[in-house]
């Protein structure tokens, strides 16, 4: 998302639910369409549109339609958001199979000029677009409604689009070409009012999240834009009141925004390094999409999230599931898997590590039983980490093994691993032709590709903690580690796709859950375990 250049955060309400409302009349429309159901269309239809435009849409209606959401709490769920603009979407009813109706806009008693501004808009792009006249002799009228009242932080208004007991509407308002044409008259008047009235960049404080807050932290530059409002985002902002003489409060206010805006000098902020991009231009998902055939994007984000029904429909369970990872990476919780949380998704926050190794060591454990900071400490590398599967009740691995040309372990298996002399290890599966060889019996990458084999007795659905090694066309090193219970535990599923992202061209899979663990001389990385391992990679570089 270009958040400099971010047009505004836009709040659109599906009027009703499934379990609420009324419905078309049955003489006009044998379905009986229900008037949440047309709501949700245009919402729908809308969406793309503004997200084309360059603005941010948030549903405040549950857009499973299950749940009748309170009107005041919709419009509560604008104003703490700081939305720019409200849209409540409705179809009429009251003219009892009489042929009147058409388009009807209110907004709030005792308006504004900016809420009269949207309302007289809207009313005129929605009869432009659709042809649907207003058939009533005051179709801009004011009203006390709930949902408009508890939106009192912007303009805002209440559409009726046409009457569902209307002879002359209802075989107008059931199409998708009268849906589409509502959706473009809505997307036209946010261009228009805003063109008007510009942004209202609301305050923001520690513990805000949402555009605004993205927005915010690449106008000040040298932050990661993950649309949080935390810590190190404060200290960003009292920095840079103080440069511009302003209240050090750390509180985004008129004043700091005005700032920000119109600067009078240059920025120059230390540069960051772009995250990775989301792999294959990852598509946004939200509730009731549904892949077509198998081994689609709403399957694979169901594995990736772990603990779900892998079914290819994103109902209100894959949502709760999005919501509860949005929140725990600390992104803005509406259920719609977009660019940003996909992204959280397929890069991990601080649990991998690539670098040219000047040399490499198996430790053996066997004996010794000590812990990975002590060994990385006795060792002098720069990382320890865990490495092999093996049997805490037996003591033993599972796979071939070798170290410095003694083989402990060949059944003549060829797991994949890494094998090297003196160099940079190299994908092989022959113990044979090293004089240091380590392997899994999992698999995660080869030849660039992630392995699609589903794997038993990991729990590969499941968040746990991870540990992995892989390679890059380079000679570089990966080495993935994330402790069990951490941000970045995930399903093995996901591991694929993230040793895959960070440029693996192969990769394996080492010991997880508990024993996932990793000591770095620098702290640049680090996973904590009180379980002893078998054996441990060390790395120079």
């Known amino acids: 998302m270009d958040y400099k250049n971010f047009k505004g955060l836009i709040a659109l309400d599906a009027g009703h639910s499934k379990v609420s409302g009324g419905a078309c009349m049955a003489k006009f429309d044998p379905n009986q369409t229900r008037e949440w159901t047309l709501n949700d269309r245009i919402a729908r239809l809308a969406t793309p549109m503004l997200e084309a435009d360059g603005y941010r849409v948030m549903r405040v209606d549950d857009i499973s339609g299950a749940k009748n959401i309170s009107l005041a709490n919709r419009g509560r769920a604008a104003n703490e958001a700081g939305a720019d603009l409200f849209f409540s979407i409705h179809h009429n009813a009251g003219i009892n199979g009489g042929s009147g109706g058409g388009i009807v806009v209110y907004t709030t008693k005792n308006p504004n000029s900016a809420r009269k501004l949207l309302q007289k808009t809207l009313y005129d792009l929605t009869i432009k677009h659709t042809g649907l006249v207003g058939y009533r002799s005051n179709p801009l009228p004011t009203q006390n409604w709930a949902v408009l009242n508890a939106a009192n932080k912007m303009p805002c208004v209440l559409g009726e689009f046409g009457y569902m007991d209307s002879s002359t509407d209802v075989p107008i308002i059931i199409t998708l070409d009268f849906a589409t044409k509502c959706a473009r008259a809505i997307a036209d008047s946010v261009i228009a009012v805003m063109g008007s009235i510009g942004q209202t960049h609301p305050t923001l404080s520690k513990g805000a999240l949402g555009a605004y807050v993205g927005k915010l932290q690449s106008l000040i530059g040298g932050l990661s834009i993950d649309e949080s409002f935390g810590p190190l985002t404060e200290a960003a902002v009292k920095a840079y009141q103080k440069k511009q003489g302003l209240s050090q409060d750390g509180v985004v206010g008129p004043k700091t925004w005005a700032a920000l805006l119109n600067p009078k000098t240059a920025p120059t902020p230390a540069p960051i390094p772009a995250p990775p991009a989301p792999a294959g231009g990852k598509t946004t998902l939200r509730q009731g999409d549904k892949d077509f055939g198998t081994g689609g994007p709403v399957a694979q984000l169901q594995r990736f999230l772990g603990g779900l029904k892998v079914d290819g429909a994103f109902g209100p369970v894959t949502k709760a599931a999005v919501v509860a ?93 890494y094998g090297w002399d003196g160099g940079a290890p190299a994908f092989s599966n022959d113990i044979t032709r090293w004089s240091n060889f380590i392997s899994s019996r999992y698999p995660l990458v080869k030849n660039g590709v992630v392995v699609t084999t589903s794997y038993s007795g990991v729990d590969e659905d499941k968040n746990r903690g991870r540990t992995a090694m892989g390679s890059k066309a380079d000679g570089a090193v990966v080495i993935y580690c994330a402790a069990d219970g951490s941000v970045d535990a995930c399903t093995v599923w996901l591991l694929k796709e993230r040793m895959k992202i960070a440029g693996c061209k ?28 078998i054996n441990h990679l060390c790395f120079w570089a």
């Open 325 to 417: 990872y949005q929140r725990k990476r600390g992104l803005y919780a509406d259920g719609v898997c977009g660019p940003l949380t996909w992204e959280a998704l397929l890069v991990p926050k601080n649990a991998i590590v690539a670098f040219k190794p000047t040399r490499t060591i198996i430790y053996d454990n066997t004996k010794n039983r000590k812990t990975t900071k002590t060994i990385r400490a006795e060792t002098g590398a720069r990382y320890a980490t865990n490495a092999m599967f093996f049997s805490m009740s037996g003591w033993f691995i599972y796979d071939p093994l070798k170290i410095d040309g003694k083989v402990v372990k060949d059944d003549g298996s060829k797991r994949d691993g």
């Open 506 to 533: 192969d990769a394996i899979k080492f010991d997880g859950g508990g024993s996932s663990q990793i000591e770095a001389s620098d702290g640049s990385i680090s996973a904590k375990s009180s379980r002893i391992v």
